[in-house]
């Protein structure tokens, strides 16, 4: 199964992935997570993602084309994946149809309002990488990752202003998706206000009609 999950930053895209993972086995592939890694390393495309990420701005077609393609000839992609951040653009999913064909594609919706309270509460662990939101999903002890007892930190993109900047740019750069995956007919909506359990659920349903 290969699945694209589509929404704005704190729909719940993340939360998501993890668990369909586990239900079927497949990989997930963050391209949110492979740049952060590229910029903690300092490598030379972590640099130039860095200040872009910083302001909200989404890095270029040319370089995440190039990591998604890396990626996905991977060993772990053979039974399927989860793509999580990416196509952002309707240009990357006219390259995405080039390198393979998706099964289904999944639109978490909800609000600007409360993709923003939910993407200022997040907090992440910088050692294991698990995340949290102070909103619905706290850590036990505030502050500290449940798995391996780090200090967890906010993303630098998680502030009001970075946030309200990455929502504008997903209206603008990634919401003709919806339209663009519809008119293939393999695209379907669940309502991103649900409890997390309610999602998985609709999510799971929607790939299984």
């Not at 998501?16 to 079927?24: D, E, S």
């Not at 370089?63 to 060993?75: F, G, P, S, T």
């Not at 379907?188 to 359990?197: N, Q, R």
Request: aromatic share 4%; with cysteine.
């Amino acid at each position: 199964m290969k699945l694209v999950l589509i929404g704005a930053p704190a729909a719940g895209k993340g939360t998501q992935a993890a668990r369909l993972v586990k239900h079927y086995g497949i990989a997930h592939i963050s391209t949110g997570d492979m740049l952060r890694e590229e910029v903690a390393k300092g490598t030379e495309l972590g640099n130039q993602a860095k200040s872009i990420m910083a302001s909200g701005g989404l890095v270029s077609d040319e370089l995440i084309i190039a990591i998604v393609k890396e990626r996905i000839q991977k060993d772990d992609c053979k039974n399927g994946f989860i793509l999580d951040g990416f196509p952002r653009t309707v240009v990357q999913a006219e390259k995405l149809d080039e390198m393979v064909a998706l099964d289904k594609v999944v639109y978490i919706n909800a609000p600007d309002e409360v993709m923003l309270a939910r993407l200022t509460a997040r907090e992440t662990c910088p050692k294991c990488g698990a995340t949290y939101n102070k909103l619905f999903l706290p850590a036990k002890v505030a502050g500290v990752c449940d798995v391996c007892g780090e200090a967890l930190t906010q993303r630098k993109d998680d502030t009001t202003q970075a946030g309200l900047a990455r929502i504008k740019t997903f209206h603008e750069q990634s919401e003709p998706l919806v339209a663009f995956y519809i008119n293939k007919g393999i695209l379907f909506e669940v309502d991103g206000t649900k409890p997390i359990d309610e999602i998985t659920k609709a999510i799971v349903e929607g790939l299984e009609r």
